[in-house]
Structure formats: structure tokens, C-alpha cells
DNA sequence: GCGCTCCTTCCGGTGGCCGGAAGCTCGATT
DNA sequence: AATCGAGCTTCCGGCCACCGGAAGGAGCGC
């Protein structure tokens, strides 16, 4: 509907092949061929054509309906970026872990501009529903995964993040500049953001950094809990030494020390991830 | 080097377009301009416009070092496909358990002709190392999964598997054509397929097939351990469970009714996955 | 039957694409 | 330090591949 950033794409060939692409999203998986001329702007048959061609690259699919959805070869070209793959590769075990210990849902992010995009997240069926979903995205202010990419993004960001608008999905959403600014410091000055009720009113998401090579911070990860009867407490040592874990498993320096003292998280409340402290 | 399927999309722009993303694959996630301009056959100052708009879109990102990846816009768009995103979200869970109780690699798989393509895996650290990757292809004669997607895939395409050439990994490949009939025979028989030492010598998986709403088999999954020391009949039942929990959770009509009898494996040695048993 | 939507094919005009060439930036080599 | 080479970027005129209106077919609901 909203021209958002569709058919814009300029009316160079690569642009209108950009633009079907755009067509499909969350929410927008199959799309008639006239579907996709109208969501990208484009004369039917000048759709029809590029997205044959598209069919027959393998980019996208043609079902029974007649409808078309994204293609298995897109899916797999997708999957070499190295923001997604790679860093999933190696975050896996540790989720895994913490997932297991929590039987929560557990999310992996990375930034793009001023949004946060889910790259992996492990939900129990019976967890409480969260909104996010794989390859989704969402606002950096308003999520805990967001607050921490916000936290450790560089100043430029931050300042036009603070500048922006600062949507509300909930009344609890923080939309105040002043506010997130003293938010964010805490987050730095912690090493996890706590987000109650945000995103959704009934969920409470921690969050933590998760560190590269050259120490920078290249995504966050974050447990979401239901809001009520759960104490944070209990979980922001695990998070953060799953955080921790995985920076360490990206060959992040600060992360190479055995944590001083005893961070292994509790073993009784959140089982203490099996790789945290192993290093081999 | 070798001009297997990049610039003979065609003259196209859209082929051109296509023959650039068909330049990244395994072993090669990052390339310069000049890389991704020989490996799509385009003259460079050709190949610098079409890159340059790629990039600026997002389906390519540009790292510090000049080389190109997949940008993350891109992965979001693959993200879509229902084979990949719809497939693994509902089957998450279930793999979480198995993998959970066997603490090995397991894998899930769909058909794409005469190869089969990784779409999910979970792999711990210390597991019998695995060749196969998210994304990544491999013949379907020759693995776990590839043989039950065979088996029940249309028989035109196990014809032509039949007389296409049956390459050798390992000596241990199935490569006679009527040995591989009597093995698919096998599999639909029992409805799982054992594979040991076939992709390379060290490791052994046990697949099954995954069915959809109408009963096709759609996908497949499989676990992987480490040849020496494993016995498979100690792993079958669990993963048939899996396979069939998925398969409900699909919204298969056969895996509806509770498996007749005691198949929800037994808990000591592969502890009985926590969904397979229950619906609600 | 009639109208509607959606899909497919065709074809002539034209504007976007092509790609050679020249200039630039780096780093390696002598 | 000068030279070389590999890779990247920009420019621009000619040409051809792309565009998209129009016409025809298929399927469906009224």
C-alpha cells in the first residue's frame, strides 16, 4: 500500500527487481504476479517479465495457488551473510544452553541503522508469546536486544536515535530523550539492559552485548521471560555469561579471561551454560 | 573459473543481477569487485554499476576491507521463504529436544531437485564434526536426508537420480543404482534411512521423512553421531518420533492419531522428546 | 451469459544500459 | 624514491534490450 521504499528504487532494471523483492515481507509471503506489480509499482508486464525471470533463477517460487513466494535460492545466497550465518554458527551452542536452562525464549540481534533485526531467536511453544520473529524488526529504542545495540552504537546513532521520534508499544515503552539517555548509560555502565513490559505488557526481556574481534559490540542477545512472577535476578547472570561465552567464541579480547571471580551463573536457577566456562 | 551457472543467465539485467549474487556461495562470502566480475564473466566498470546498487539497497554490504558480502537486507528477504522460515519455525522445537537428548548434530533438510539443501542444523562443539553447513548442498543419493527426500519424491526423479552418475564420497557410497533402488525401497519400507560412513567415514545419520498437510514428505531430518560406538537402533526410534511430531505439527493427516502402540522412544537412552508426546 | 480479475503474449519506439578508456589509490618491488 | 601493477572509480556516445500499451485467453462469481 504506502510507497515506503518500493517502486523509489529508481527506474534503473536493478531497481524494479529490488523493488519485487521489497514486495514480499512479514505478513506479505505469497504474492499474486499482479500483487507484486501493484506493491512495486510496476506496469504488469514489465512485472511479469522480471519476475519470470526471477522464477526461473530460482529467486522465487511458484506455488499451485499461482502465488508467488520467495524462492529456496534466495534463501540459501541469504543465508552466506556473514552477519546471520556467521555469527549464528558460532552463537548456536550457546543459546542452545541457555534455552535449555530457561525454556524461555531466547533472541539473537544485530543493529541496521536504527532498528534492531532478530537474526535467530528459540521459543517454547508454551513460552509467552513474544512479538518478534526471525529476519523481523523492530524499533532500537524499544527492546531490550535494541537498547543494548543502542547503548554501544556509535554517538552519531545515538544522538539521532534521541533526536527522532520515539515510538510507544506500550505505555511502558521509554519515548521520553532524557529518559532513554539515562537508560542507556545504565545499560553501559551494567552490561544488560532489563526491559519490563516494552515490547508487550505481559513479557520482560534481559539483555546483553555480545562482542567481535576488535571488541566492538556486533549483536546482542536476550532472554524474554513473562513479566510476571519472574525475577530478572535470576536471569542476568546467565544471559550475561552466555553474552560473555559467545563474544569470547567471536575471539572478542576482553572476553578471553575466565570471568574474575564467580560469574559462571547459579547453577540452581538457571543452570549455568555448559560452554560458558569451558574454553576448548 | 569454472562458468557452471553464472554468466550464462543470460543478457539480461536481471540475469546479469543474478549472475553477481550466483558469484557468493560456500568458500567464497566475501569478494572484491574484480572477484565478483570475473566470477559472473562482466566487465568491470559493468559490474562496479550493478554492485554499486546492489549495495546501496542492502543486498550487499561493503566490509572495511573493500570485499563484498551478502548484505543483511538480503538475508531478510530469504528469510521469507516458506521452505526455510516456515518449515524451521514450527520444527525448531522439536530438533531443540532431539538435540537436547542426544547432544549430536541434527539436521533439517528439503529437496531441491537432485540435491538436497540444509536449511537447519544443530551442531555441539564437541559432536562428531559434520560436513554439511546451513545452506549448503549435497547430493541426495549420498546422505541420510537425501535418501529419504528420494524415496518419496516423485518417481521421475528418482529415474533420473537413477541414471544420472552416483558420485562416490566415500567408499562407502551407494553408487550402484540398483543398490540405491533396494536401499529406497528400504527406506520407505521402515521409514527411516541408515547411513553409515557415507559422507566421509567417521559418522553415521539416521533420517526420516517430515510430511505435510497433504501427507507429502516435504522434508527431512536426521541426526548425526559418530560411527565408532553408536548404535543405531538405540537412535532410530527417536528420531521417528521427531519426524512425526514435526509432521503433526504440520498439520499432517497420518501423523494425527497417537503412534499405535509405544513409539515415544524410550527415555533412557535418547530421552523421549517433551512435545512428541503431547499435543496442547 | 456477462462482467470481472488475473495472467500471458506481442511488438515498435526509445531511453537506459554497455563497456572501452582514462585517471586514481594503494601497496609491493627494484 | 621511482616504478610498476592490481584494483577501483568515473565518464560518455552509440546501440540495443527493455518498456509497457494493447489485445487475447483463462477462470470465477453473479
Known amino acids: 500500500m504506502s510507497p515506503q521504499r518500493d517502486g523509489q528504487s529508481g527506474p534503473s532494471v536493478t531497481g524494479r527487481v529490488l523493488g519485487i523483492l521489497s514486495a514480499f515481507g512479514p505478513g ?3 504474492l499474486s ?3 507484486i506489480a501493484r506493491a512495486a509499482g510496476l506496469p504488469l ?4 517479465r522480471l519476475v519470470g525471470e526471477l522464477a526461473a533463477w530460482g529467486a522465487l517460487e511458484r506455488g499451485e495457488d499461482g502465488r508467488y513466494r ?11 551473510a556473514p552477519r546471520s550465518l556467521g555469527l549464528r554458527e558460532r552463537a548456536m551452542p550457546y543459546l542452545e544452553d541457555l534455552y535449555e536452562a530457561t525454556r524461555q525464549n531466547v533472541q539473537l540481534a544485530v543493529r541496521d541503522g536504527h532498528e534492531v533485526v532478530y537474526v535467530e531467536r528459540l521459543a517454547h511453544p508454551e513460552a509467552v508469546r513474544v512479538f518478534s520473529r526471525v529476519g523481523g524488526r523492530m524499533p532500537l529504542h524499544a527492546t531490550g536486544v535494541g537498547q543494548v545495540l543502542l547503548a554501544f552504537a556509535h554517538a552519531s546513532v545515538q544522538e539521532e536515535v534521541l533526536a527522532g521520534p520515539l515510538s510507544a508499544l506500550t505505555p511502558r515503552t521509554v519515548t521520553d530523550p532524557h529518559a532513554l539517555r539515562r537508560t542507556l548509560a545504565g545499560v553501559r555502565r551494567e552490561g544488560v539492559a532489563v526491559c519490563d513490559g516494552m515490547v508487550d505488557l505481559l513479557s520482560l526481556s534481559v539483555a546483553a552485548p555480545i562482542r567481535g574481534e576488535d571488541d566492538r559490540v556486533v549483536a546482542a542477545m536476550s532472554v524474554v521471560v513473562p513479566s510476571a512472577g519472574s525475577d530478572p535476578r535470576t536471569i542476568v547472570p546467565a544471559v550475561r555469561a552466555t553474552a560473555r561465552g559467545i563474544s569470547r567464541a567471536l575471539g572478542s579480547p576482553s572476553a578471553r579471561r575466565r570471568p574474575s571471580g564467580v560469574v559462571t551463573a547459579p547453577p540452581g536457577a538457571a543452570g549455568g551454560p555448559a560452554h560458558a566456562g569451558r574454553g576448548t
Open 33 to 35: 504476479l499482479s500483487g
Open 45 to 48: 508486464s514489465t512485472a511479469h
Open 28 to 30: 506479505a509471503e505469497a
Open 70 to 80: 520467495i524462492g529456496l535460492r534466495l534463501w540459501e545466497v541469504g543465508a552466506l
